[in-house]
């Protein structure tokens, strides 16, 4: 009986992590709603943020589509058999990916085959301690890749970009946790989280850094100086000006956690854990002899909840909203400016790091002439009829597709790419030469472009797994903003230089 408790246990931990966002996390996205303003990019994006959280409670589905890979931290009584927690964890990871609740996200580092089930060498991640304690607390974070990419370790002494020298000490320490977060821009899918871990060695430091994302977002500093450094940090990221998902706006960063540990003398480490706006970690107490779940963490208080109207994906001040149809003529591309919101009707087509790399080595599977390629990897469920069904769709940092994207669409005449962060210079200059845009969309909303997706009218590819087969999808009203035009103006270039010139007014030192 314990068993199939305990198995039960972790599949609601995993359920529960994936789909309800907790209370403390959202009252700072409510806050930072509240505080933006009004009728921005930023604010419209916050509002579909609310909309998306909503949606995934009320649907039980995934708030983002990136499971990452699963990390249980296990805390456990002597004399508890840890192989069986394993085990029942495994299961449940299993069940959990059969119900659509994560995504099948386990990838073969040499052969790049998807194992299916989220299981495979070293997955999931477990980390067990024992303790004093009579009860097991078991603590669950997913954190996707986009916000895992924009990890960051620092080597101190350092030079950085903006700031100068960093040395070692805390005003060293304060200059490298700035920078993480003006380097991060909206591919983390800001406004975000940072851990950070002071100390240690390469692996240790970021262990730490990882630890900190586990600490209530509210609570203080035991360490008065690392106290005073967390608001200090939260304070004056705000000021960058990067704001959500690096729109431009107030809200860059919605909480700073600090770590310290020992270290060698040769060696001064501070590793930074980016956390995105879905910020999907739970905690709960098990009876050691029942395997029942006692006690759920970060759920203290009153119910936090968002105002329930439709709230647009994106707007601004001076935008236009255009509704486009593929497939997309080189005119109709050539109209669009960067700050265009855009309605998408019709068929796109998906297709992330496996797609760009057979497109660049291969003829496509389909027409891509005049058509729109979206940067996702859905989460999807086959039915028993044959046809599927898409439970989370959110887009994934496109910078990872910088080395194909502009020669791709040149060769294909693809005029659209949607994805979140932005791209770099070379699909700049490609999007110029060929007539060609980037459309941003809402980074984490993997619940509220589900919902504009109306049927999967086929698949290709599907070798390469769920996450990076080619799905063709019709869609009704996705939204999204045009950040990167054909005429070379990029906003992401835009927000970097603006963030990097306020970085550079908190050179001088601060702390001593």
């Known amino acids: 009986m314990y068993i199939e408790t305990i198995e039960k246990s972790?599949?609601?931990?995993?359920?529960?992590?994936?789909?309800?966002?907790?209370?403390?996390?959202?009252?700072?996205?409510?806050?930072?709603?509240?505080?933006?303003?009004?009728?921005?990019?930023?604010?419209?994006s916050l509002d579909t943020i609310a909309k998306n959280i909503n949606m995934a409670d009320e649907k039980l589905s995934p708030i983002c589509q990136d499971t990452g890979l699963p990390t249980f931290k296990i805390k456990t009584p002597i004399?508890?058999?840890?192989?069986?927690?394993?085990?029942?964890?495994?299961?449940?990871?299993?069940?959990?990916?059969?119900?659509?609740?994560?995504?099948?996200?386990?990838?073969?580092?040499?052969?790049?085959d998807n194992s299916g089930d989220n299981l495979g060498i070293g997955l999931p991640v477990f980390k067990f301690e024992q303790w004093e304690e009579d009860h097991i607390e078991v603590k669950l974070i997913l954190k996707g890749g986009g916000c895992e990419n924009k990890n960051i370790q620092y080597s101190l002494p350092t030079e950085l970009e903006g700031l100068g020298r960093?040395?070692?000490?805390?005003?060293?320490?304060?200059?490298?946790?700035?920078?993480?977060?003006?380097?991060?821009?909206?591919?983390?899918?800001?406004?975000?989280?940072?851990?950070?871990?002071?100390?240690?060695?390469?692996?240790?430091?970021?262990?730490?850094?990882?630890?900190?994302?586990?600490?209530?977002?509210d609570d203080i500093n035991p360490n008065e100086q690392l106290a005073e450094l967390e608001d200090y940090i939260l304070h004056t990221a705000n000021t960058l000006g990067i704001g959500t998902m690096g729109?431009?706006?107030?809200?860059?960063?919605?909480?700073?956690?600090i770590g310290v540990m020992h270290r060698i003398p040769a060696s001064f480490y501070v590793s930074v854990a980016y956390n995105c706006w879905a910020y999907r970690r739970m905690a709960v107490d098990i009876d050691a002899q029942t395997g029942g779940i006692t006690r759920w963490h970060y759920n203290d208080g009153e119910k936090i909840a968002f105002d329930q109207e439709a709230a647009p994906a994106v707007a601004s001040q001076s935008s236009r909203t255009v509704e486009l149809?593929?497939?997309?003529?080189?005119?109709?591309?050539?109209?669009?400016?960067?700050?265009?919101?855009?309605?998408i009707s019709g068929r796109i087509y998906t297709g992330r790091d496996a797609i760009h790399k057979h497109l660049s080595e291969n003829e496509a599977p389909v027409d891509l002439d005049g058509q729109i390629i979206y940067h996702c990897g859905p989460v999807v469920l086959k039915n028993e009829d044959?046809?599927?069904?898409?439970?989370?769709a959110g887009p994934t940092t496109s910078i990872r597709e910088e080395p194909y994207q502009g020669d791709i669409m040149k060769k294909f005449g693809i005029r659209a790419v949607i994805g979140k962060g932005g791209m770099g210079p070379k699909t700049l200059a490609a999007l110029e030469e060929h007539g060609g845009v980037y459309l941003n969309a809402i980074g984490g909303a993997a619940q509220y472009y589900a919902d504009c997706i109306k049927e999967v009218e086929g698949v290709d590819l599907?070798?390469?797994?769920?996450?990076?087969?080619?799905?063709?999808?019709?869609?009704?009203?996705?939204?999204?903003?045009?950040?990167?035009?054909?005429?070379?103006?990029?906003?992401?270039?835009?927000?970097?230089?603006?963030s990097l010139e306020k970085l550079a007014q908190y050179k001088e030192k601060v702390f001593s």
């Not at 529960?16 to 700072?28: A, G």
């Open 386 to 392: 044959g046809s599927y069904e898409i439970k989370a």
């Open 325 to 343: 149809t593929a497939p997309i003529t080189e005119a109709q591309i050539r109209d669009l400016k960067v700050g265009d919101v855009v309605k």
């Open 462 to 498: 599907l070798q390469f797994g769920i996450p990076e087969a080619m799905w063709h999808l019709r869609v009704e009203g996705f939204t999204a903003v045009v950040t990167m035009d054909s005429h070379g103006n990029s906003l992401h270039a835009d927000v970097d230089k603006t």
């Open 247 to 257: 729109f431009g706006g107030e809200a860059t960063l919605l909480g700073c956690k």
């Open 79 to 112: 004399n508890v058999n840890q192989l069986e927690i394993k085990a029942a964890i495994k299961r449940a990871i299993v069940q959990a990916t059969k119900d659509g609740k994560l995504r099948p996200n386990s990838v073969d580092s040499l052969t790049g």
């Open 166 to 217: 960093a040395g070692r000490d805390l005003d060293g320490i304060r200059k490298c946790i700035l920078h993480s977060v003006y380097q991060a821009q909206g591919q983390g899918c800001s406004a975000g989280f940072i851990g950070v871990g002071i100390g240690g060695d390469r692996s240790s430091g970021y262990d730490l850094a990882k630890e900190q994302l586990f600490r209530e977002v």
């Open 10 to 44: 972790m599949y609601d931990l995993i359920c529960e992590t994936s789909t309800n966002l907790p209370k403390d996390v959202r009252r700072k996205i409510r806050a930072a709603k509240e505080q933006e303003d009004a009728g921005t990019r930023a604010a419209m």
